[in-house]
Nanobody, 122 residues
Framework: QVQLVESGGGLVQAGGSLRLSCAASGRTFSSRPMGWFRQAPGKEREFVAI????????SYADSVKGRFTISRDNAKKTVFLQMNSLKPEDTAVYYC???????????????WGQGTQVTVSA
């Protein structure tokens, strides 16, 4: 099993930056694709970014391309989401997830963290 704990969320002004971390436990972390998803009030959970087990390939939602960067450090069992040029529409609870396939579909991921709140003020 994989257990995930997000941290790094908070309140930031538009144009600012935050760095989210997802600490994982479990022996299979380094072999799993990882993803970041977010859910705003009244909306469904949506894809933000994904990364292969090796970290060599990443994909981003169109809404965050050029602003967000996903990375991972398998030795530390941690995945990161660097968020720059934040906008009020980025406000959401952000979740990290571990899966068995490299996909943007949230329902294909097996393990989820509890989420961390990101609030961007205008």
């Amino acid at each position: 099993q994989v257990q995930l704990v997000e941290s790094g969320g908070g309140l930031v002004q538009a144009g600012g930056s935050l760095r989210l971390s997802c600490a994982a436990s479990g022996r299979t972390f380094s072999s799993r694709p990882m993803g970041w998803f977010r859910q705003a009030p009244g909306k469904e959970r949506e894809f933000v970014a994904i990364i292969t087990w090796s970290g060599g390939t990443t994909s981003y939602a169109d809404s965050v391309k050029g602003r967000f960067t996903i990375s991972r450090d398998n030795a530390k069992k941690t995945v990161f989401l660097q968020m720059n040029s934040l906008k009020p529409e980025d406000t959401a609870v952000y979740y990290c997830a571990a899966g068995n396939w490299y996909t943007v579909q949230a329902n294909q991921y097996d393990y989820w963290g509890q989420g961390t709140q990101v609030t961007v003020s205008a």
